[in-house]
């Protein structure tokens, strides 16, 4: 026989995991996405400048980085 504070336990449960599995699998698609635009701007970084040192290329990205808030900045502020 079902009791009611037990049927809701059970759905808190059930919903929880899958938040937290929806939570994961959200997370690891944004880290693939962000790792696959690193490897692209790498990629054209090194065309550009072979020999360019990972201090180097980490100001690129930060670069890369502070550009893109800028251009998300500007377009909210109108």
């Known amino acids: 026989m079902s009791h009611e504070g037990n049927d809701k336990i059970t759905d808190n449960e059930r919903d929880n995991s899958s938040q937290i599995t929806l939570s994961k699998n959200m997370v690891f698609a944004i880290t693939e996405l962000g790792i696959g635009m690193v490897q692209e701007i790498a990629a054209e970084t090194l065309k550009r400048k072979p020999s360019m040192t990972v201090k180097e290329f980490a100001k690129v990205l930060d670069e890369y980085l ?7 900045d500007g377009s909210t502020s109108k």
């Open 66 to 72: 502070e550009n893109h808030k800028n251009k998300i």
